[in-house]
């Protein structure tokens, strides 16, 4: 097959933990929703070794640096399925999502890259290939990652999520109207998970006690969720926030901008994510509501802010 004009264009959303991060490595539910910030990933024919082009790095694919390991080896490991040598094609990321802030960037991104070989080379993939092939990639960012952060942003709806059962699409009997903050430093995933292992080997009985009241909490989440009931599902996402903190995973900025939303009238907020650093979300009675808290929290100590309902795939950035 001649793909010498070909291009291929595939997109991915990130997503947001409503409840749930952290207790789900140790086998907890977690409840995540789409954000609509995108990346979109662009496969076109070149000459030569493979180019990858990003806000982050640009160049030959052998040549990635560390930090893009576990993308490089995604993509070859999916040239392989597919069956096509490591070369002649030129990838490039587009991003809106920041990188490292809890946001599943780094699922998003290769996501969006499998969708597009795949498609670049007329190939149907399904959401087990894709799980498979991104996997690769999450495994290398964030050690042994539970597969939440894949399967949220693969799926278009929000998910309850069991590392050992899997998913179950829910669905919100009203939307929410939920403002997205970013302290600006960067969360590693990685070492926010180590150190609630570090953690749990000292502390057995109190990290255990704080599990089982995250588990507590995100099933009372869901169905706070399943009922609409905002004002319950705010007071459930702060209870969810100070359990982070006690295993050790919040830090002062965020707990500063919980603390801002709050004072704003938000029904609830939270860290997301890994944590230390990152972002924390807040929970808005209406899209009015939404916006000032967003504004107030940029004008404070947040480096961005963004406001969206769950019904609408768009996203307002402050
Ligand atoms: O920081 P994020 O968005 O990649 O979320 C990680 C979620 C954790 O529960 C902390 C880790 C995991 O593998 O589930």
């Not at 907890?28 to 609509?36: D, N």
């Not at 094609?89 to 991003?95: C, D, F, G, H």
């Not at 960067?186 to 749990?200: C, F, G, I, L, P």
Request: hydrophobic residues 40%; positive net charge; proline residues 3%.
């Amino acid at each position: 097959m001649n793909n010498s004009s070909k291009i291929a264009i595939s997109d991915a959303h990130s997503k947001i933990i409503l409840a749930g991060e952290h207790a789900v490595v140790y086998g907890k539910p977690a409840i995540a929703i789409p954000f609509p910030l995108k990346v979109a990933s662009i496969v076109e024919k070149s000459i030569g070794p493979i180019i990858f082009e990003s806000a982050i790095y640009t160049g030959f694919l052998y040549n990635m640096p560390i930090k893009l390991k576990g993308i490089s080896n995604c993509i070859k490991e999916t040239l392989k399925y597919l069956n096509k040598p490591e070369k002649n094609l030129k990838i490039k990321i587009i991003s809106s999502i920041p990188i490292g802030r809890g946001l599943g960037s780094s699922a998003a991104i290769s996501i969006s890259i499998v969708r597009s070989l795949f498609s670049f080379f007329e190939r149907q993939i399904t959401q087990n290939e894709l799980f498979y092939l991104v996997q690769i990639a999450e495994n290398y960012a964030h050690g042994n990652s539970s597969g939440l952060d894949i399967m949220a942003t693969i799926s278009e709806n929000p998910i309850w999520f069991e590392k050992e059962r899997g998913i179950l699409s829910i669905k919100s009997k009203c939307p929410l109207y939920i403002v997205v903050a970013d302290t600006g430093s960067t969360s590693d995933t990685r070492v926010a998970v180590e150190n609630v292992r570090k953690r749990y080997n000292l502390k057995p009985k109190k990290v255990q006690k704080s599990l089982d009241t995250i588990e507590e909490i995100t099933n009372e989440i869901k169905k706070a969720v399943l009922n609409g009931n905002i004002n319950l599902l705010g007071k459930l996402l702060t209870n969810n926030h100070n359990e982070l903190i006690n295993i050790g995973v919040s830090d002062e900025r965020l707990n500063n901008l919980v603390k801002l939303a709050l004072d704003s009238n938000a029904l609830g907020a939270k860290l997301i994510g890994g944590g230390l650093g990152g972002c924390m979300i807040a929970l808005a009675r209406d899209r009015g509501q939404a916006k000032e808290i967003s504004n107030k929290l940029v004008k404070s100590d947040a480096e961005k802010s963004w406001y969206f309902s769950t019904n609408e795939d768009v996203v307002m950035e402050v």
